[in-house]
């Protein structure tokens, strides 16, 4: 059944329109943003669509206080997205590392420009997959997905709900330009047959509620703001009754949960797309618009008789450590190549998971463009000399 | 392959792409294409986009891919067919078409002509039809249904109703004779 929210049917929709139609699908009822190319279509078509079911778009001064206005919708029991590029992304690194201490629910959304800086407004990039991971103050763990088509983009974008619902933590779909201004097929499916998760609630009664009570996931409920729950949230390190402790034991106990509450759930949480990895040799990994130039590469090399295989990383983040530690040790898996449109920052994590047991190889090319599968494929068969 | 007013069911890939400048409408109709491909012919189309910073007159592309199989690489790197709006788009991309390729040229406004032997070129003046009709606006739209008969890949219905299915309510009259008489032009 199609809904206001769930537009059931057959589109051709750019992987921006689907990130905002994933986001509707998903139950969110709050962006807040401010216009950048080239994520500008989500805010868009989100300040269309959100109207239509009585949910706010609003567009802020800028992408400090965007962030801060979806952690605030959240906390009022909204689900909230934003999107962003890269400039944008850098101004809310703050406020994400407010949204991970203080377990907000959120979604952002990067579709990723070539940088530093202003950079290549209009064109590709894949260059803040490490600021995404570290990129805020803190030791903190993040959720970040990855699509390689609009159809992924929207199907993602209601995961990255469900993840950051689950977790109580902000999760980053992190998109780029290729990816979100190409526009193919996309299938919504019936609103009934979506998945979507939402947020524990207490079970309590208010005067006996601890707003960071000890959960066996690890994951407290959430009291929603204006139902009589007396919740103190602060970016403080604070104690389980949500006041500010300023010593050793509390920054031991919250910090240490915030980073377990993800990394003992990585086993449910990590998604990737294998590929011919029973007899590989190489190993190709990618992510985003860069895994579909990879694809072809695969195809290409093993009808040339190459024992290739491949991973896609659909979650980044967490990286799927224990997939390439498992795979640098088998004898027959010589190297790994990676690709990215980056000077290497994926490379470096499948480095040290391969621990010296296999080499790992940087494709790595600047953006402004996707990458040609001829110009990977020629660094893959020097690999293969 | 042969084109008639029934479907034109795409075997194997054929790259497009569509040049012209910030203005003409490429964008849109790399869009309507892909949809006639996407939605009303069921096979995979792709649809990407190439502009600079300005909102008009900057040069402009749009690229789509179709394919009875899955498409890994979004981009064009050979066109089979390559359709030319523009004399900076003719200068750009005009050689840069496959072997044998059709090349759809705006005569109104190309005076640069690819200059190799195995193209296939074919002509319509693609602005002054659309002045005709009264709006110089929907030349793509003319290209479209030039690209229906000539191009062997989508067929005429599909790209009509992905012609309809895409523009502003109250235009349906306007853009259905600029289709039209870009279509007849081709046969």
Aim: proline share 4%; aromatic share 6%.
């Amino acid at each position: 059944m199609s809904s206001k929210a769930v537009r059931t049917g057959a589109h051709f929709m750019s992987g921006d329109e689907a990130c905002a139609e994933g986001g509707m699908a998903a139950g969110c009822s709050f962006f807040a943003g401010y216009p950048i190319t080239p994520a500008t279509e989500v805010a868009e078509r989100m300040s269309i669509r959100l109207p239509q079911v009585g949910g706010v778009y609003i567009q802020m001064e800028d992408e400090i206080a965007s962030m801060a206005a979806i952690i605030g919708a959240s906390c009022a029991g909204a689900k909230a997205m934003t999107s962003t590029s890269g400039p944008g992304f850098s101004l809310m690194m703050e406020n994400i590392g407010l949204a991970a201490m203080l377990e907000v629910p959120c979604v952002v959304v990067n579709i990723q420009r070539g940088g530093p800086s202003t950079g290549l407004p209009t064109l590709v990039g894949q260059q803040d997959v490490m600021q995404c991971r570290w990129g805020s103050h803190g030791d903190y763990e993040v959720i970040a997905l990855s699509p390689d088509s609009p159809q992924e983009a929207f199907e993602l974008t209601i995961e990255a709900f469900n993840l950051s619902e689950k977790y109580r933590t902000p999760v980053v779909l992190l998109s780029d330009e290729v990816v979100g201004h190409m526009t193919e097929k996309v299938i919504i499916p019936d609103s009934k047959k979506i998945k979507t998760v939402s947020r524990k609630l207490p079970k309590k009664k208010p005067e006996n509620f601890i707003p960071y009570a000890h959960e066996e996931d690890d994951v407290p409920p959430m009291a929603i703001a204006g139902e009589g729950y007396h919740v103190h949230a602060t970016g403080l390190t604070h104690d389980e009754l949500g006041y500010p402790a300023i010593n050793a034991d509390a920054q031991e106990r919250l910090v240490q949960r915030l980073i377990r509450k993800i990394r003992n759930h990585v086993e449910e949480i990590i998604r990737t797309e294998d590929a011919f990895l029973d007899d590989a040799e190489i190993i190709l990994v990618s992510y985003g618009c860069s895994a579909r130039a990879a694809r072809e590469v695969v195809e290409t090399a093993r009808a040339d008789g190459m024992k290739i295989g491949m991973i896609r990383l659909i979650t980044v983040w967490p990286f799927c450590e224990r997939k390439i530690s498992e795979l640098a040790a088998l004898e027959r898996v010589k190297k790994f190549v990676v690709c990215e449109i980056n000077a290497g920052q994926i490379a470096y994590e499948v480095e040290r998971c391969a621990g010296g047991k296999a080499e790992t190889i940087l494709a790595g090319f600047m953006g402004g463009r996707i990458f040609t599968p001829e110009e990977l494929y020629r660094v893959v068969r020097e690999a293969a000399e | 392959m042969k084109t008639t007013k029934e479907t034109t069911k795409i075997v194997g890939k054929k790259q497009v792409r569509l040049a012209g400048f910030g203005g003409q409408g490429i964008v849109l109709a790399g869009m309507i294409l892909g949809k006639a491909a996407a939605l009303h012919e069921n096979v995979n189309a792709v649809m990407t986009q190439s502009f600079g910073p300005e909102a008009r007159g900057g040069a402009c592309s749009a690229d789509v891919v179709i394919s009875d199989a899955r498409i890994n690489y979004p981009r064009v790197t050979l066109p089979d067919v390559l359709v030319i709006m523009s004399e900076e788009a003719a200068r750009t991309y005009g050689n840069s078409a496959a072997e044998n390729a059709i090349v759809l040229i705006n005569e109104n406004l190309v005076k640069t002509l690819p200059d190799r032997e195995d193209l296939k070129l074919f002509y319509i003046p693609a602005t002054s039809i659309a002045e005709k009709l009264g709006r110089v606006m929907v030349a793509n739209i003319v290209m479209l249904g030039f690209i229906a008969s000539k191009a062997g890949v989508v067929g005429y219905e599909s790209m009509k109703q992905a012609v309809l299915a895409s523009i502003p309510a109250g235009t349906e009259e306007l853009n259905t004779a600029a289709f039209e008489a870009g279509y007849a032009h081709g046969r």
